[in-house]
Structure formats: structure tokens, C-alpha cells
């Protein structure tokens, strides 16, 4: 469940129901469990034709798997997150929270594609093209993060490379 303000201003709950159509989608009940669908086209047809759901495997969400999706959810579609917002859902300091993801972020900070203060972490217009590779920092299911110094380098206003892990 999900509280939101409405067009009147009155707290409203919203539950979230996605079900997901296709290879690899992704379905949501409520902020408690998400789906995947089987990436390979024949097991996706094989559950189809038994009249099956095609999911290949689902997760019930932890408090902390569901602010990192919000955190990932809103820089993806947003290009920011307010500090605060985060605070009010996790109850403790998001500096302490995420004291190796705000680490991580340093190398993006000194080239220009993030930038961070108390209120927000934003993604420049520079970094928007390495969004991805940004808000894998908060994704915990990576064993390591998609960026490393020799991957991009931003100085002088060109990439040098692009190598991707």
C-alpha cells in the first residue's frame, strides 16, 4: 500500500497491481512482492499453454528491497531523490543508511554526473546518460557495481571509453 495525496489533498492508499506481459517483465502486488517472467520465449509459451502465470521467479520484499526500489524507481524516472523522503520511510539518517552506496557515488560526484546535498542526490545532465550505471550503486542484488575509473571519464567533456562489466 501506498499513501498519496490527491488532486483534494486528502491521503489516499493506493495498492500497486502490475502484471507483467512478455519475456522478462516485471509484476508488482502491492509494495510486498515482485514477479519475473521467464526470459526464454519457449519455457514463457510452455507455462502459457499449461494456463500458468509465466513467472520464472519472485521475491517478497524487504523494507530495505523496497526503498532502494523507490531510490532506483525515482532516479531513473526523476533524476533526483529528496533526502528527506527517504529518511521519513528508512527512520534513520540516509548518510548512515547508505554510507557505501554515498561512497561509491564519490567518483560520479568528481566527474560531474552526480550531485549531492543535504536535500537531494541529483543526476546532471551530463550523467543522464550513465543513469544506469549510477543507480546501480543502490541495487543489492549486483555483486558489484556496473562502474569502475578505467569505465568512463568525462573530463575535458569527451569519454574515453565505455567498458561496461
Known sequence: MRRILNKSFCLSIVKILVIATGLSGHSIIGDDYLFQNYYELDLYSHALLKNKFPIYRGLNLSKDNIVRREIIRRLRTYFVIEIPYIESYIGISFNEYFKRELKMLSEFIKDGLVTITD???????????????????????LKTPRYNKKAVSVKNKKMISMNYQ
Open 119 to 141: 536535500q537531494e542526490i541529483k543526476i546532471t545532465e551530463k550523467g543522464k546518460i550513465f543513469t544506469d550505471i549510477i543507480i546501480s550503486n543502490f541495487d543489492n542484488y
